[in-house]
């Protein structure tokens, strides 16, 4: 028999099984922000990101570094922390549940939980994390997104209760889930980075072996290339080139540069897992064009490296739309007599190469001399064609697959945050036994 329903009056929340109530979050939290002070050295640090709480060096140079650590404040193991500041931004953590005991900045909240014995601290990180994902933070407050969240604003939301054995038994079943669902994923993501070797290895035998097999060699004289066919030659980079620039980033501050934008503006990070830009995060205006000399509009197609910012440093992708960058990212447009697409194949091939000659330990640096001098070596323009041909063949029939693969893992991951929405509210009941 179906169970009874109730309207919860909480629009987030939705409809709760008739014995659930709503109460506000201070009923089971409390908020005890503890300094670490002059015990700073017995803590390690901790950081909240995309993949939860983990630990941090306290020597990481990556972000804002305070001086010391002694304004840090204490989290203890299976403590919930909140980083609700800069709501705005969609696409950075939110919620946390503390494997570990250490420090966190002092701009996050930590909760503690009032009495074990009649709550589960882990049903009630599902529900924050099911407000995370349905991007609840970021719509609270008057009339769309307010800044921040402070720690009495957080108290006073609304969470759903229920007796302590329910929320076990729905911890378990998402535990159990989720379990389950990652292994799948896992297996998934082995197939697609199989894929993407797949896929190099095919691009690093066309750039530098050719198509044909019976042609004759000779030794680059460089071990990371090995043999090439004999009648190719070696350059560099700025020898086939029309154009290698860059861009700017308008000031953030000023909200004209931005605001109502309809110029493609390409970051590194619109490079993250995509060899072809079709459209960017961010635009800018005119206006910004106009008070940044070192912004320009480059005509499509071009190439674009990303020359530092995170993960996407040294992937390379042509650009299908006109679009200005920012300083992370250069620029390339090749000579009339040399195909564009073929160089792509050639730095996606060199990739490694550059990276090796990058700089800084923590943030790889990929500077435009390095990228102007990186070695290419070059067959005819006829034969340069038949392999772009025959690479554009073979790679977008790899990348169809792993399309598809891509889209296997977000369904999975919808799943799991439809699931853990419905059970943490009561609209599905794990069943007893």
Request: charged fraction near 25%; include cysteine.
């Amino acid at each position: 028999m179906a169970r009874k329903m109730k309207d919860s009056g909480v629009q987030w929340i939705g409809e709760i099984p008739e014995d659930w109530e709503v109460i506000p979050t201070k009923y089971v939290f409390s908020n005890k922000k503890i300094i670490v002070g002059i015990e700073e050295d017995k803590y390690e640090r901790l950081a909240l990101t995309l993949n939860g709480v983990v630990k941090r060096s306290k020597t990481d140079s990556e972000g804002l570094q305070p001086i010391k650590f002694s304004t840090y404040q204490i989290l203890r193991e299976n403590e919930l922390v909140f980083k609700l500041i800069d709501l705005q931004n969609i696409s950075t953590s939110r919620v946390g549940l503390s494997p570990f005991t250490g420090i966190v900045s002092p701009a996050y909240i930590v909760l503690s939980i009032n009495d074990r014995k009649v709550d589960n601290e882990k049903f009630y990180y599902y529900w924050f994390m099911s407000m995370y994902y349905r991007q609840i933070f970021n719509q609270l407050g008057d009339d769309g997104v307010r800044s921040n969240i402070n720690s009495t604003q957080l108290l006073n939301i609304p969470i759903p209760k229920t007796d302590i054995f329910t929320q076990n038994r729905i911890v378990q079943f998402i535990d159990d889930k989720s379990k389950k669902i990652s292994g799948i994923q896992n297996i998934i993501n082995q197939e697609i980075q199989s894929l993407e070797d797949y896929k190099k290895a095919i691009i690093t035998e066309a750039v530098t072996k050719g198509l044909d097999k019976k042609a004759p060699m000779k030794d680059s004289g460089i071990e990371w290339i090995g043999e090439i066919p004999k009648h190719w030659e070696k350059g560099k980079v700025k020898h086939i080139c029309q154009t290698i620039g860059s861009g700017a980033t308008p000031t953030s501050s000023d909200y004209s540069f931005y605001n109502n934008g309809s110029i493609n503006w390409i970051q590194s990070g619109d490079l993250y897992k995509k060899n072809k830009v079709r459209d960017t995060e961010k635009y800018i205006t005119e206006k910004a064009i106009k008070a940044h000399p070192a912004l320009k509009i480059y005509k499509n197609p071009f190439l674009v490296i990303a020359m530092y910012g995170g993960g996407s440093v040294g992937n390379v992708a042509v650009s299908l739309i006109d679009a200005a960058t920012n300083q992370a990212c250069c620029v390339i447009k090749t000579n009339n007599d040399s195909d564009l697409m073929y160089l792509y194949y050639w730095l996606t091939f060199a990739k490694e190469d550059l990276l090796n000659k990058s700089e800084g330990a923590r943030q790889p640096n990929i500077s435009q001399d390095k990228i102007k001098n990186q070695i290419i070596f070059t067959p005819p323009l006829k034969e340069q064609e038949e392999i772009v041909s025959y690479l554009d063949q073979k790679t977008a029939t790899i990348d169809h697959i792993i399309s598809i693969k891509r889209q296997q893992l977000q369904v999975l991951e919808d799943y799991k945050k439809s699931l853990i929405y419905e059970y943490v509210t009561g609209k599905k009941e794990v069943a007893h036994g």
